[in-house]
């Protein structure tokens, strides 16, 4: 499964001091991170293009195993 950026849903804060808030199960692919800011809306679909991996960290996993029991 590949991350596909959804500004709409993702992206938070004003002009020129983004934050991109990866889903679960996702994360930044050089440190464990799921959140990160950026200056432009262009630096955020690059870095979501080429820096996201898939995260199975204890957060990532709990989340996701909550959601399921949830909605399955
Ligand atoms: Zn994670």
Request: aromatic fraction near 12%; glycine fraction near 6%; proline fraction near 3%.
């Amino acid at each position: 499964m590949k991350y596909k950026l959804d500004i709409k849903r993702d992206v938070d804060g004003p002009a020129g001091d983004y934050l991109l808030w990866l889903p679960f199960g996702f994360r930044f692919s050089d440190e464990i991170v799921h959140v990160r800011g950026f200056d432009t809306i262009a630096e955020i679909r690059k870095a979501a293009k080429n820096d996201v991996v898939q995260c199975d960290c204890d957060d990532c996993k709990k989340s996701i195993a909550e959601f399921k029991r949830l909605f399955d």
